[in-house]
């Protein structure tokens, strides 16, 4: 048996709230960290699962504070330990991977500082071993020459370089214990597959157990031996990895593997009603009870205990896990998609560029170049009627540029984008008519910062009802209520604020709010990005519903492959604003594809400990599109030759309708670096 | 980097012509004119039109405007209606103990303000900070002159520590004048310093809670370490700015307490030329005092711009 | 469960959400000081003439710089009047002066700061340096001069504080403006093809109130010590009004023998000041607006 170094026992972590209640933010938790393991903790936002990670370093944040139990390591606990005692652990004996390290990384102080600062404090070596000892560790995360970026700022690195230095960071003393919590997050897909890649292949070779939090069970499956499934600041499951995710006897977490798109499958998958309770919430039975499809009325008023399994070496918290034993392997029912995509086409973007650049000052005063490089450069798509049309890349693609232009937020440097195959739409919102404003509507990524916190419910809806339409008083209501039944949200909802809805209720408004205009086509910007998994697939569903049932045409933009695979009919890839990709998404998940979508195809982590990422391109950052030839140039590894650095790749046409644009011949690529 | 140097210092220098402008329209389209009122009653006849000659009224508003902007950026203010001398040479001495006055409250103040802020924001909720807190927003609040009387009455009048009032001739020199300006520092500081305090320990309290300062703790850096290095260097960057702002402020302090102690400054000079309407005195002192803003804002932005790693590397690699 | 146990929030009216705020306000020691003090000063202010023992402006040279006595409870100034009698009505033009300048300076800077947050550009380029020379310039010496030329009735110093203090609301409406102006709400309204208009009271305006009015309530007290200053330089009030700076100026020269005629002023003027400034703490904490990070400019 392998040895336990972190044993979490009984704890309990809360704060109190302003009406003096106690609010349990980690209700009686107990579990353990063995040597040289790697266990994942998987939990929806406010689940608990950061506040627990962070215990194990014995650090409480401001606010809260340990109701009960202890986090012992080594057998001592670290919760009652002193400043001195802790100082002395933190950052030798555990180390700390953070999120997001562009801000957990001191912007004052250098990369080399900062590193040279944990090897003072955690090692007893000299000056010139200590700079040695700094070019070792930026070697080992694959940075890029060592001694250049230890003479930078954190500001002066891209999004994963900055991931990668916190790695080394930690390392710097040589801890048995890493904590990472969620360090992939908000990392493009190929640097989120290689940060990921690195760790694992740190965990085999340093031996260091591994402590993964995060809310994504892709990125959980790639690198866990154990998992454990938090809900409510409570664990509901926990065992290997495999039988987790392979055959989850917990509702939740069977319910969340259905619900999670695949890359392999196309349609929708199933959704889970509700969302999560809030904290401090009361409620004597199952926290899950609510949303669970398997719940007896046993549940609703008993709270189950955590019940070990010998024979599956699994721990569970349900009364009637046995329900769900007799299921095979999670299988997944997906809708599929009903595509009313007509021939007819509703809008046409032809040779669409935008540029960012403003005429600087400097600029106008020394050389007045015009900006023959633009952000977004020769954009050719027809539309269909009713279809989704999906456009898919990382960041810096230049979709949501696209989706901002096509609002006319946005204006287009050259190229004509036409409505209904003869109205062509002024590229300036203020020239546009009524008509052609209400025919386009938005929605965000965000809700949190697309609903007005000073708005009603109703007020929200009600504001482009009055503006199209004028509607006023009984019919005003009478609309708004109809409105809300359709995206699911009862009638009393009208009165409430944005902040006293969930993260899912919120976006459904926002939904409501675009149909509210009855509009021709909906632009959806990462609509799902940030919501919780299990809420993801439910707003998914709704959207396919209403487009059904009213014809609208969506352009759908996500970096999320596996989302955009369950909803649209169409894919366009895009990289550094020219288009790389354009098909039904049948065939542009399939090959031959464009050695681009190869690369973010073979970067998606999926649920499943069985599919592993594939790595091809390196995840070079770059700042600017090339000024001649293909975009991808910098990043491919199929380059034909100079072809490839001095002309625009040709499109090809497949036998399916797919069209490529590369200069590598379709049979060529047929032969796929990764299958 | 260079550019934004360049370019910080033309807004500056664009500020001050506006401050110009609104100066000499300012007085120039109130009633009357400086002959009529410095004449009063025999604003008529030869007299009055000796005055437009002597002091240049009888061209048009935008010549004298021109003229008038060319000498004073070389120093050159015309002459006092009252005194008859050279406005630079009455200006001089006074400037001299007033900036003596404030320097002596700022190098006081700032380090002051540093600390209280510091502690209190360290010891946050605690005893230190809520007693600080509670004596800076008394210090704060209370105007110049009522500090300024309450400690002629206590230290000087009850207590006779110190001269109340300052009776010293205007060109006395520096450790003559010391003595004296004990209290005016201290009224004067008083406001100053309890503002640069509120506004470090906000600043110290949004660095500590952010997440390069949780990631110093989970790296193991001691507590004052951490501090010193990831914490005082990243708050009081964006303070300088504020800091510049409240000293700029204090210069109306200045003028209140001068007149309170009856110190040979300029406050005095503003009371008296303006009541006597002598309005090239006034504008000249618009012009200095916005000229000393601005530059102490300038100051500011040129410090920032130099510690700002975000702002020192763009001259590196671009 | 669901989202249950907020089902009885709902849309308040305005009225119920500013006794809230009060609530909020009076909750904290420090808050309910100085909401104590301000009710105090303004309750004197509306009722010291009905209660004031002696006539403000009767002199009596019998009784010149007599001690504190029950015939005089704070003694009597140089001229022989009652300093109670003056003291509790030497609030009144100050408040009401910086009261309705405070407005003022609201009403304007407000306004001109939000539009220039809105159209951004050359305008506000041009409109913010404006507003920076004026910054410039120390507002002693500009009020100074105003009130020389102008006279000192309350119609000059109402306007004049009023336009001396809003520059810097300027500056903060237009800040928060800018917060708000680049949330996804603001571009879905702009998407829409609302008016500016509309989406200056619609949206942007609900979203800086809070804000704005945190900086009008701090303006209010910096405007009081600004007004009390120029009382006291002599270019406030003109006498023979009772007015706290004025008499703090008169009772200066003569305090080493009779230092209740500048004592009761000083506790008056400075514990309204104390109460506004506590008030306007407590109000931003309430709202949830970080009050110390601003200058006071």
């Known amino acids: 048996m392998f040895e336990i170094i972190q044993n979490v026992k009984n704890l309990s972590i809360g704060f109190r709230s302003k009406k003096g209640e106690e609010i349990l933010i980690l209700k009686n938790i107990s579990t353990n960290i063995k040597k040289g393991e790697t266990v994942g903790i998987v939990g929806e936002s406010g689940s608990g699962k950061s506040t627990l990670a962070l215990a194990m370093m014995g650090y409480v944040k401001h606010g809260l504070y340990t109701i009960g139990g202890k986090c012992e390591f080594n057998s001592s606990n670290l919760l009652t330990m002193n400043s001195r005692e802790l100082e002395k652990i933190r950052g030798r004996k555990i180390a700390m991977i953070p999120q997001n390290a562009g801000q957990a990384l001191t912007p004052n102080l250098k990369i080399g500082y900062q590193i040279d600062e944990a090897l003072q404090l955690h090692s007893n070596l000299n000056k010139q071993q200590r700079d040695e000892k700094i070019s070792e560790l930026l070697n080992k995360v694959r940075l890029p020459s060592p001694d250049t970026i230890a003479l930078r700022y954190p500001h002066e690195l891209s999004g994963g370089q900055q991931q990668r230095v916190a790695v080394a960071m930690a390392l710097a003393g040589k801890p048995d214990l890493l904590l990472l919590d969620e360090p992939t ?41 154990r998992i454990i499934v938090m809900y409510s600041g409570e664990i509901v499951l926990e065992g290997p990895s495999r039988s987790i995710l392979k055959k989850p006897i917990h509702p939740y977490t069977f319910g969340l593997l259905k619900s999670i798109p695949k890359l392999s499958l196309a349609g929708l998958p199933e959704s889970m009603p509700g969302s999560q309770p809030q904290p401090g919430s009361i409620s004597r039975g199952c926290s899950f009870y609510d949303r669970c499809n398997f719940s007896s009325d046993k549940c609703k008023n008993n709270s189950p205990d955590l019940e070990y399994l010998e024979d599956l070496k699994t721990s569970i918290k349900c009364f009637n896990y046995k329900n769900l034993m007799n299921d095979n392997e999670v299988n997944q029912n997906v809708k599929k998609i009903n595509t009313n995509s007509q021939d007819k086409e509703i809008l046409t973007l032809s040779e669409v560029s935008i540029s960012y650049a403003k005429q600087k000052l400097l600029d106008q005063v020394f050389n007045k170049i015009t900006d023959d490089n633009p952000t977004v450069k020769d954009i050719n798509i027809n539309i269909k009627k009713g279809e989704t049309i999906a456009l898919v890349g990382e960041s810096g693609s230049g979709k949501s540029t696209i989706l901002k232009s096509i609002a006319g937020l946005l204006r287009t440097k050259d190229g004509i984008i036409t409505f209904d195959q003869n109205r062509q739409l002024p590229s300036d919102l203020k020239l546009r008519n009524p008509n052609e404003l209400r025919i386009i509507q938005l929605i965000f990524q965000n809700p949190d910062e697309s609903l007005n916190p000073n708005h009603t419910v109703e007020e929200i809806i009600s504001q482009p009802l009055k503006l199209y339409f004028g509607l006023k008083g009984e019919e005003l209501k009478k609309n708004i209520i109809e409105l809300l039944e359709k995206v699911r949200l009862g009638e009393f909802y009208m009165s409430r604020y944005p902040r006293q809805l969930s993260g899912g209720e919120k976006q459904r408004v926002a939904v409501a709010r675009a149909f509210a205009a009855k509009p021709d086509i909906i632009l959806c910007d990462e609509v799902t990005s940030a919501l919780d998994v299990s809420v993801q697939a439910a707003v998914l569903n709704l959207l396919q519903q209403l487009k059904e049932d009213f014809g609208t045409t969506y352009i759908f933009v996500s970096h999320d492959l596996a989302v955009v695979r369950a909803i649209s009919d169409r894919v366009a890839v895009l990289y550094q604003g020219r288009l790389c990709e354009v098909g039904p998404s049948k065939d542009v998940y399939q090959f031959p594809s464009h050695p681009y979508t190869e690369v973010l195809l073979g970067a998606v982590l999926e649920p499943d400990p069985d599919i592993k990422p594939k790595l091809v391109a390196e995840d070079i950052v770059e700042e600017k599109p090339p000024k001649k030839g293909c975009s991808f140039q910098g990043r491919c590894s199929r380059i034909v030759g100079d072809i490839c650095k001095n002309e625009i790749p040709p499109w090809q046409l497949t036998t399916s309708g797919n069209s490529i644009r590369c200069h590598i011949p379709l049979k060529e690529l047929q032969k796929a670096q990764i299958i | 980097m260079l550019f934004l140097i360049i370019k910080r210092i033309l807004l500056g220098l664009i500020t ?67 005194g008859e001398m050279p406005i630079k040479d009455v200006l001089g001495p006074k400037i001299k103990n007033s900036l003596v006055l404030a320097s002596a409250a700022i190098l006081i103040g700032i380090p002051i303000a540093l600390i209280l802020g510091i502690v209190t924001a360290l010891w946050r909720d605690r005893l230190p900070d809520v007693a600080i807190s509670t004596v800076t927003i008394f210090a704060m609040t209370i105007p110049e002159f009522i500090s300024a009387t309450l400690l002629i009455l206590i230290v000087a009048i009850w207590l006779e520590w110190l001269p109340g009032i300052v009776i010293v001739p205007t060109d006395v020199t520096f450790f003559e004048l010391l003595p004296n300006i004990i209290l005016p520092v201290i009224a004067i500081a008083m406001i100053m310093t309890a503002h640069m305090a509120r506004m470090v320990r906000s600043s110290v309290i949004q660095v500590m809670a952010s997440d390069y300062v949780q990631m110093a703790i989970l790296k193991g850096v001691p507590y004052w370490k951490m501090v010193f290095k990831h914490v005082l260097p990243n708050a009081l960057l964006p303070a300088i700015n504020v800091v510049a702002l409240t000293i700029a402020w204090l210069l109306g302090g200045v003028v209140v307490t001068e007149v309170v102690f009856n110190y040979p400054g300029l406050g005095r000079l503003v009371i008296e030329s303006i009541s006597n309407r002598d309005l090239p005195v006034v504008q000249a002192l618009a012009l200095i005092l916005a000229s000393i803003y601005v530059s102490i804002n300038l100051l500011a932005d040129l410090m920032t711009l130099m510690l700002n790693p975000r702002l020192k590397t763009l001259q590196i690699r671009k | 469960m669901k989202t249950n146990n907020i089902t009885e929030e709902g849309k308040k009216s305005s009225f119920s959400k500013v006794l809230e705020v009060l609530k909020t306000m009076a909750s904290k020691p420090s808050g309910f000081i100085g909401l104590s003090i301000l009710v105090f ?47 509790i009505l030497g609030g009144r033009t100050a408040l009401t002066v910086t009261f309705f300048g405070s407005l003022i300076a609201l009403l304007w800077g407000g306004l001109l700061g939000i539009f220039c947050g809105l159209v951004g550009g050359k305008i506000d380029d041009v409109v913010m340096r404006v507003v920076d020379a004026f910054l410039s310039i120390p507002w002693i010496l500009a009020m100074l001069l105003i009130v020389s030329l102008l006279g000192t009735t309350t119609e000059v110093l109402i306007p004049a504080l009023g336009f001396f203090y809003g520059k810097g609301i300027v500056r903060v409406a237009r800040a928060a403006t800018h917060d708000v102006i680049a949330k996804d709400f603001i571009v879905s309204a702009r998407a829409r093809g609302h008016s500016n208009f509309s989406i200056m009271w619609n949206e942007i305006i609900p979203n800086v109130r809070d804000a704005i009015l945190v900086e009008g309530a701090m303006r209010w007290s910096w405007m009081l010590l600004g007004f009390s200053s120029l009382s006291f330089l002599g270019f406030g009030v003109s006498p023979p009004t009772p007015d706290w700076g004025l008499m703090i100026s008169n009772g200066r020269g003569l305090m080493s023998f009779a230092y209740w005629s500048v004592i009761a002023p000083i506790v008056g003027l400075s514990s309204l000041i104390i109460g506004i400034n506590l008030t306007a703490d407590a109000f931003a904490k309430a709202l949830g607006i970080d009050r110390a990070t601003k200058a006071p400019v």
């Open chain 3, 41 to 87: 000063h303004i309750t004197l202010a509306l009722i010291s003439p009905y209660i004031a023992p002696y006539d403000y402006k009767a002199i009596d040279p019998a009784m010149m710089l007599s001690a504190p006595s029950s015939e005089f409870w704070f003694g009597t100034d140089d001229l022989g009047r009652d300093v109670f009698t003056r003291t």
């Open chain 2, 16 to 82: 001050l012509f506006i401050v110009s402008l609104i100066t000499f329209v300012g007085t120039e389209i109130l009633p009357g004119d400086a002959c009529t009122t410095y004449l009063e009653r025999q604003a008529f006849g030869e007299q009055l039109e000796a005055c437009y000659n002597r002091l240049g009224l009888n061209v048009p508003a935008y010549e004298r405007y021109v003229s008038w902007a060319l000498n004073a950026i070389q120093g050159d203010f015309g002459y006092s209606l009252s």
């Open chain 1, 185 to 225: 997050t908000g990392l493009d897909v190929t640097t989120q597959a290689h940060v990921l890649e690195l760790l694992k292949f740190i965990a085999k070779d340093t031996g260091t157990s591994m402590v993964y939090v995060s809310h994504d069970l892709g990125a959980i499956a790639q690198v866990s031996d």
